[in-house]
């Protein structure tokens, strides 16, 4: 997905909104893959000095298997950005990602938030005791309110969870 930001490059200094969709292709995390809903892009850019910048917020859903009872499990992810993108950028050794002609790339800029903001394991809730012992009635209990909860909850709720979960154990 490349955002045409023309409009910025012939009023510098003025903001312009932009919505955008990015498809994220699943991604290999320590061998479990992650897949995603469509990513919601939705901010505003400006140029300054040939410097493109991008703000706003990142929203999408991860999926991937619950740590503890393999259920399938999902993350809601909703991150704020503000990224520069130059021409001259060295995308391996800078911050900033880099551009050519008057169109900014958004797939890699939608990847690098998401793989830096994923928890290091999904539970398919936070009182998921594993599979042992379960039998499927109670996992499919499991499973749907776990479902439930994952759309009601806040996602950096939901992600503190996670981090401190981890850190108990
Ligand atoms: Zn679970």
Excluded: W
Excluded at 17 to 32: K, R
Excluded at 103 to 124: E, G, H, S, Y
Aim: charged letters at 25%; a negative charge; aromatic letters at 8%.
């Amino acid at each position: 997905m490349e955002l045409d930001v023309s409009k910025a490059l012939l009023a510098q200094g003025n903001q312009f909104p932009f919505t955008a969709e990015v498809s994220v292709p699943p991604q290999d995390v320590v061998g479990e893959t992650v897949s995603f809903d469509t990513v919601k892009l939705a901010g505003q850019y400006s140029v300054v000095e040939g410097t493109v910048r991008l703000e706003g917020e990142l929203t999408t859903i991860a999926h991937a298997t619950c740590a503890k009872c393999l259920a399938p499990a999902s993350v809601p992810l909703a991150l704020s950005f503000a990224e520069n993108f130059r021409k001259d950028a060295n995308e391996i050794e800078d911050e900033d990602f880099r551009y050519e002609g008057s169109k900014v790339t958004l797939d890699q800029l939608a990847l690098t938030l998401i793989m830096l903001n994923l928890p290091m394991r999904f539970l398919c809730g936070e009182n998921c005791t594993g599979g042992e012992g379960l039998d499927a009635y109670s996992q499919d209990i499991f499973k749907s309110s776990c479902e439930e909860e994952s759309q009601t909850q806040r996602p950096f709720e939901a992600l503190q969870r996670l981090l401190t979960k981890d850190e108990e154990v």
